[in-house]
């Protein structure tokens, strides 16, 4: 697949990845870096250990992880032990001519403690091929030959780490900043030799002594050094065979994405209309004096638009400016809905039409408007810096000040359905890697008037072992989210949500929607949302408050008794440079007041990948397993998988553990989601595909 | 990764519904090489006279086609396949090839144009403006040198026709390339030529199919 990325071989940038799905060797880690944006996933196996890891390089600086490992038999008569752990790495310098690469990295900084270790280290590539890596670890690393903390001679509290609190499943999650960097230390180091461009071999000193592991499921060390070779595979991903610890051999796979590569950089779907010269489209049929009906022309129009996979909701003739709302149900960037409806507007319009004005609309309500100039278009078509100059020329405002009747008679009410699989799945819980159920679901939308649309979603499983789970939930305070088992064992078809919704336009720069009913899987009421989002605004704010009860667990028509006001102030922005920030302050569904912090990498093609956390008034010890919620997402445009252009996304959020502090109402449509593909900031990143 | 971008596919969107286009995204999943008609290919097919037609393949992928000329406007001709996808040609120098995969978005060969037509040796700049994957825009600039291999013969409609092949050698900074061009004898015109879309698919092969000789 085309997604996997060069990885150029150049100074400090990882050649080989370890077992723990970091740059490293093959257990040690070295200071060097994966491209920026890459993502690679691995998994390791060594004697009864397994080791999935989720790397993400977020900066080109900074890379973090999210390991999920297994252990077998670690916890005696309980069974093996599934661990989750995240690291975070930082280059702190990068390589020079003379001097080497330098990084810190903290493994498994808030988890269950098993693999907890910080450390220091530096690499050096010598002529190309061979790089040395030596450093200083603490904490796990500090197995064979340490000494005592270096670090003590700047304050005694470094001198001791008290007990890692492995073991003790209620207390992780949290930070372990009170054991960074103390008790004893030791030293490690390696190196690697490029033997080709695809064959790399690894040696190793590594101290740790695998003493838990030892004790608990019998691991034997015998000496500190690991051998390994290391193919490169002709999709990037790596292969590294190793000779470990003396005892034991390792494997480890890994494979590497690189978000800015989609599987068809322009993509496959049809290509757009070339504009026709204006003297052909003046004497077209339609735009003669004699026949020129505007019925006729409008039908056109309609027809042309929904060639293109737009659908004509709005039409206004103002003289030299023609208006116009489309809804765009085919591409993923608003951008090429806006180049697609531009051209067929210059290949249908008469020639009187100077300029177009192009609305974005979402069941009726207006996103926003974009206004383009006629001769623009003709002049920028096959220009080669034409999208960004054909930007440079657009004017994008807040919306179109709708006049009577200009609503086409054909836009509502409008009914739409969808129905096919579905896959939810759910990964790392504390039982099982993977829980996952496939079924058969259907979506009903009927708009019956601008803004106002009834839906329906419902599913029917069909196989999976989401329902399988027997935990039951040890929560002690309200359970509005841990009962999730309950819900998968007793619903057969589900009606997932039943809601009448209005979305309209108090006023410039305000959306406002109200929705009523059965609003997600476990809770249905009233919902009531107010967004302020200026058109060329990075920032928009929003406020949100529901009442909702607790709906039955079999999913269907009833409700049980808990009910609760929840709701939030909400705070997005745009950060230069791939950032998106999103803060959310208020009362969550069991009644805990706090906020939710979200940070997002989000490239222009609409992949995205991020982390949350939600801290609350619920203690960490009253929250349970994992302290507080956490957990990171993904987010993948299908049109990055298939080439072809779509809407739809895949969306996946990997949480350690889903419990009851911090858990927010899931109601469908929240204003920022279905307004900012149409603001000048997204329009902006996604301009590139004007043209296409 | 094809069973596994498949199978996500097919668990994921396998919907049908009133967007048409998810069944056709399935199927282009399960059988990627099955040809797609696109209306606006079944229109122009059905034009008389028959526009003009323009042989084509990729050799990198072992496809080939026939493409019709859909307009041209401003000396930018714009030729369509029948799935829909088009190129851009400015006096039979490629311009811009969308709907293939590849990204290239447009192009400024003036200065090649006018060495290659003219049948002359020497160097030009050419600017190819490309479509990446993460939906930006990239500009980028080769330096070509356009050298005469001689005059060759070539079949139209298998009948010989004089021309003289021309090849253009182009160095970027990331890329380079090598486009040739079979040029009639007399009036200056590309009969035949092989150029560069990009490093997605590498080179395009075209073939003009005169109605006449």
């Given at each position: 697949m085309a997604a996997a990325p060069a990885l150029a071989p150049s100074l400090a940038q990882a050649q080989s990845t370890s077992v723990y799905g970091t740059p490293g060797l093959i257990e040690t880690p070295t200071a060097e870096?994966?491209?920026?944006?890459?993502?690679?996933?691995?998994s390791g196996v060594l004697d009864q250990t397994l080791r999935a890891t989720m790397t993400f390089q977020m900066l080109p600086w900074v890379h973090g992880s999210f390991r999920y490992a297994v252990i077998e038999g670690f916890d005696g008569e309980i069974g093996d032990r599934f661990d989750r752990s995240f690291d975070l790495h930082f280059q702190l310098r990068e390589e020079g001519r003379t001097s080497p690469a330098l990084a810190?990295?903290?493994?498994?900084?808030?988890?269950?403690?098993?693999?907890?270790?910080?450390?220091?280290?530096?690499?050096?590539?010598?002529?190309?091929?061979?790089?040395?890596?030596?450093?200083?670890?603490?904490?796990?690393?500090?197995?064979?030959?340490?000494?005592?903390?270096?670090?003590?001679?700047?304050?005694?509290?470094?001198?001791?780490?008290?007990?890692?609190?492995?073991?003790?499943?209620t207390e992780t999650g949290r930070l372990d900043f009170g054991n960074w960097f103390r008790g004893e230390a030791a030293?490690?180091?390696?190196?690697?030799?490029?033997?080709?461009?695809?064959?790399?071999?690894?040696?190793?000193?590594?101290?740790?002594?695998?003493?838990?592991?030892?004790?608990?499921?019998?691991?034997?060390?015998?000496?500190?050094?690991?051998?390994?070779?290391?193919?490169?595979?002709?999709?990037?991903?790596?292969?590294?065979?190793a000779f470990m610890y003396g005892t034991t051999l390792g494997l480890n796979y890994s494979y590497f994405i690189d978000p800015r590569q989609s599987v068809a950089p322009g993509g496959q779907g049809a290509s757009p209309p070339p504009l026709q010269p204006i003297d052909r489209v003046a004497l077209a049929s339609w735009n003669l004096p004699d026949t020129a009906a505007p019925g006729r022309r409008q039908q056109v129009l309609t027809r042309s638009l929904e060639l293109e996979g737009l659908r004509l909701v709005y039409l206004e003739d103002a003289g030299g400016t023609l208006r116009i709302g489309v809804e765009n149900g085919t591409y993923g960037q608003a951008a090429q809905a806006v180049g697609r409806?531009?051209?067929?507007?210059?290949?249908?319009?008469?020639?009187?039409?100077?300029?177009?004005?192009?609305?974005?609309?979402?069941?009726?309500?207006?996103?926003s408007s974009v206004r383009i100039a006629r001769q623009d278009l003709y002049e920028l078509e096959h220009d080669p810096d034409g999208a960004w100059r054909s930007f440079a020329r657009a004017e994008v405002s807040d919306s179109l000040t709708l006049v009577r009747g200009g609503f086409t008679d054909a836009a509502y009410p409008n009914f739409s359905y969808r129905f096919g699989p579905y896959l939810q799945a759910s990964f790392f819980d504390p039982d099982a890697p993977l829980r996952y159920e496939i079924g058969a679901q259907m979506g009903l939308d009927y708009t019956a008037a601008p803004g106002f649309t009834l839906s329906?979603?419902?599913?029917?499983?069909a196989a999976g072992n989401l329902d399988d789970s027997q935990r039951q939930s040890n929560s002690v305070i309200q359970r509005v989210r841990s009962d999730w088992g309950i819900y998968a064992r007793e619903s057969d078809l589900r009606v997932e949500h039943l809601t009448a919704e209005y979305i309209w336009r108090p006023g410039t720069d305000l959306y406002a929607r109200t929705t009523a009913g059965y609003l997600e899987t476990m809770y249905g009421g009233l919902s009531g949302e107010v967004l302020w989002f200026p058109a060329d605004s990075r920032l928009a704010l929003g406020a949100e408050v529901n009442y909702v009860k607790q709906r039955d667990f079999d999913v269907l028509f009833g409700f049980q008794d808990y009910s609760v006001a929840t709701g939030h102030v909400s705070a997005y922005y745009d950060l230069p440079g791939e950032y998106h920030a999103q803060v959310d302050a208020g009362r969550y569904l069991a009644g805990d007041y706090g906020a939710t912090v979200t940070l997002d990498r989000e490239f222009a093609n609409g992949f995205k990948v991020g982390a949350f956390f939600t801290l609350t008034t619920v203690s960490f010890d009253d929250f349970g397993e994992g302290s507080f919620d956490k957990g990171i997402r993904l987010e993948i445009p299908v049109s990055w998988l298939t080439g072809r252009p779509s809407r739809d996304r895949l969306a996946q959020v990997i949480r350690p553990v889903l419990r009851d502090g911090g858990a927010r109402l899931n109601v469908r449509n929240r204003l920022y989601g279905v307004t900012r593909e149409a603001r000048a900031q997204q329009l902006a990143k996604g301009w590139g595909r004007f043209l296409r | 990764m094809r069973l596994f971008r498949t199978a996500l596919i097919c668990l994921l969107l396998a919907s049908c519904g009133d967007a048409r286009d998810e069944l056709d995204l399935l199927r282009g999943a399960l059988q990627p090489d099955a040809p797609r008609f696109h209306p606006r290919a079944n229109a122009l097919a059905s034009v008389r006279p028959i526009p003009?037609?323009?042989?084509?393949?990729?050799?990198?992928?072992?496809?080939?086609?026939?493409?019709?000329?859909?307009?041209?406007?401003?000396?930018?001709?714009?030729?369509?396949?029948?799935?829909?996808?088009?190129?851009?040609?400015?006096?039979g120098f490629l311009t811009s090839a969308k709907g293939f995969g590849s990204g290239l978005a447009a192009s400024d060969v003036r200065q090649s144009a006018a060495l290659v037509l003219a049948r002359q040796e020497g160097t030009a700049e050419?600017?190819?403006?490309?479509?990446?994957?993460?939906?930006?825009?990239?500009?980028?600039?080769?330096?070509?040198?356009?050298?005469?291999?001689?005059?060759?013969?070539?079949?139209?409609?298998?009948?010989?026709?004089?021309?003289?092949?021309?090849?253009?050698?182009?160095?970027?900074?990331?890329?380079?390339?090598?486009?040739?061009?079979?040029?009639?004898?007399?009036?200056?015109?590309?009969?035949?030529?092989?150029?560069?879309?990009?490093?997605?698919?590498?080179?395009?092969?075209?073939?003009?199919?005169?109605?006449?000789?």
């Amino acid at each position: 697949m085309a997604a996997a990325p060069a990885l150029a071989p150049s100074l400090a940038q990882a050649q080989s990845t370890s077992v723990y799905g970091t740059p490293g060797l093959i257990e040690t880690p070295t200071a060097e870096m994966y491209p920026d944006g890459t993502l690679a996933f691995t998994s390791g196996v060594l004697d009864q250990t397994l080791r999935a890891t989720m790397t993400f390089q977020m900066l080109p600086w900074v890379h973090g992880s999210f390991r999920y490992a297994v252990i077998e038999g670690f916890d005696g008569e309980i069974g093996d032990r599934f661990d989750r752990s995240f690291d975070l790495h930082f280059q702190l310098r990068e390589e020079g001519r003379t001097s080497p690469a330098l990084a810190l990295g903290l493994r498994d900084f808030g988890g269950t403690g098993i693999y907890a270790s910080e450390y220091l280290v530096a690499t050096k590539t010598i002529r190309d091929r061979l790089k040395l890596s030596g450093g200083i670890g603490w904490g796990r690393l500090a197995g064979r030959g340490s000494f005592s903390n270096p670090l003590g001679l700047l304050s005694s509290r470094f001198d001791t780490r008290s007990d890692p609190r492995a073991g003790n499943i209620t207390e992780t999650g949290r930070l372990d900043f009170g054991n960074w960097f103390r008790g004893e230390a030791a030293l490690f180091g390696g190196a690697s030799w490029a033997y080709s461009d695809r064959l790399t071999l690894l040696a190793e000193y590594s101290p740790d002594l695998y003493t838990k592991e030892r004790d608990r499921i019998g691991f034997e060390v015998s000496s500190p050094f690991n051998f390994g070779a290391q193919y490169r595979l002709k999709n990037g991903a790596q292969v590294t065979a190793a000779f470990m610890y003396g005892t034991t051999l390792g494997l480890n796979y890994s494979y590497f994405i690189d978000p800015r590569q989609s599987v068809a950089p322009g993509g496959q779907g049809a290509s757009p209309p070339p504009l026709q010269p204006i003297d052909r489209v003046a004497l077209a049929s339609w735009n003669l004096p004699d026949t020129a009906a505007p019925g006729r022309r409008q039908q056109v129009l309609t027809r042309s638009l929904e060639l293109e996979g737009l659908r004509l909701v709005y039409l206004e003739d103002a003289g030299g400016t023609l208006r116009i709302g489309v809804e765009n149900g085919t591409y993923g960037q608003a951008a090429q809905a806006v180049g697609r409806a531009a051209r067929v507007l210059a290949n249908t319009q008469p020639a009187r039409v100077q300029s177009f004005d192009i609305a974005l609309m979402s069941n009726g309500v207006p996103l926003s408007s974009v206004r383009i100039a006629r001769q623009d278009l003709y002049e920028l078509e096959h220009d080669p810096d034409g999208a960004w100059r054909s930007f440079a020329r657009a004017e994008v405002s807040d919306s179109l000040t709708l006049v009577r009747g200009g609503f086409t008679d054909a836009a509502y009410p409008n009914f739409s359905y969808r129905f096919g699989p579905y896959l939810q799945a759910s990964f790392f819980d504390p039982d099982a890697p993977l829980r996952y159920e496939i079924g058969a679901q259907m979506g009903l939308d009927y708009t019956a008037a601008p803004g106002f649309t009834l839906s329906a979603g419902l599913r029917q499983p069909a196989a999976g072992n989401l329902d399988d789970s027997q935990r039951q939930s040890n929560s002690v305070i309200q359970r509005v989210r841990s009962d999730w088992g309950i819900y998968a064992r007793e619903s057969d078809l589900r009606v997932e949500h039943l809601t009448a919704e209005y979305i309209w336009r108090p006023g410039t720069d305000l959306y406002a929607r109200t929705t009523a009913g059965y609003l997600e899987t476990m809770y249905g009421g009233l919902s009531g949302e107010v967004l302020w989002f200026p058109a060329d605004s990075r920032l928009a704010l929003g406020a949100e408050v529901n009442y909702v009860k607790q709906r039955d667990f079999d999913v269907l028509f009833g409700f049980q008794d808990y009910s609760v006001a929840t709701g939030h102030v909400s705070a997005y922005y745009d950060l230069p440079g791939e950032y998106h920030a999103q803060v959310d302050a208020g009362r969550y569904l069991a009644g805990d007041y706090g906020a939710t912090v979200t940070l997002d990498r989000e490239f222009a093609n609409g992949f995205k990948v991020g982390a949350f956390f939600t801290l609350t008034t619920v203690s960490f010890d009253d929250f349970g397993e994992g302290s507080f919620d956490k957990g990171i997402r993904l987010e993948i445009p299908v049109s990055w998988l298939t080439g072809r252009p779509s809407r739809d996304r895949l969306a996946q959020v990997i949480r350690p553990v889903l419990r009851d502090g911090g858990a927010r109402l899931n109601v469908r449509n929240r204003l920022y989601g279905v307004t900012r593909e149409a603001r000048a900031q997204q329009l902006a990143k996604g301009w590139g595909r004007f043209l296409r | 990764m094809r069973l596994f971008r498949t199978a996500l596919i097919c668990l994921l969107l396998a919907s049908c519904g009133d967007a048409r286009d998810e069944l056709d995204l399935l199927r282009g999943a399960l059988q990627p090489d099955a040809p797609r008609f696109h209306p606006r290919a079944n229109a122009l097919a059905s034009v008389r006279p028959i526009p003009p037609r323009l042989e084509v393949s990729f050799p990198s992928r072992d496809l080939s086609g026939v493409m019709l000329l859909e307009t041209e406007r401003a000396g930018v001709q714009t030729w369509l396949t029948a799935d829909g996808a088009t190129i851009t040609l400015e006096k039979g120098f490629l311009t811009s090839a969308k709907g293939f995969g590849s990204g290239l978005a447009a192009s400024d060969v003036r200065q090649s144009a006018a060495l290659v037509l003219a049948r002359q040796e020497g160097t030009a700049e050419r600017f190819h403006s490309f479509l990446n994957g993460n939906d930006q825009i990239e500009l980028h600039a080769y330096k070509c040198v356009v050298t005469r291999l001689g005059p060759e013969s070539i079949f139209l409609r298998g009948l010989p026709v004089a021309a003289q092949k021309l090849q253009e050698r182009c160095h970027g900074v990331a890329e380079s390339f090598t486009n040739t061009y079979w040029v009639r004898q007399g009036v200056p015109e590309v009969l035949q030529s092989s150029q560069w879309t990009g490093s997605f698919l590498g080179n395009l092969f075209m073939k003009t199919v005169p109605d006449e000789i």
